[in-house]
């Protein structure tokens, strides 16, 4: 996955994710890692690249949740719906 982010200041950066069912209970596992950052140029976004292995989940809907943090703890956080079609 992209994520885009401005004024995330230097370092290495952590990204963590949440999986939220339909009545907004977190769904445990799931594995986030970021692949490459590009910094910004001039004023522009910082771009990230993330892989996310997400949790076995059932036919549902669900929010992706995202949160970036530096060595000055969370610079931002961001959510995303999904939906897991059922296998047929």
């Not at 692949?35 to 036919?59: S, T, W, Y």
Request: no cysteine; net charge positive; hydrophobic share 50%.
């Amino acid at each position: 996955m992209a994520l885009v982010g401005y004024d995330l200041g230097f370092g290495d950066l952590k990204v963590s994710a949440q999986v939220l069912d339909a009545a907004g209970k977190e769904v445990a596992g799931g594995q986030v890692r970021v692949l490459q950052r590009e910094a910004a140029a001039a004023g522009g976004p910082d771009r990230l690249i993330a892989a996310f292995r997400p949790p076995k989940l059932p036919p549902g809907e669900y929010v992706l949740k995202v949160t970036l943090s530096g060595a000055a703890g969370p610079v931002g956080t961001s959510s995303a719906p999904f939906v897991v079609a059922a296998a047929h």
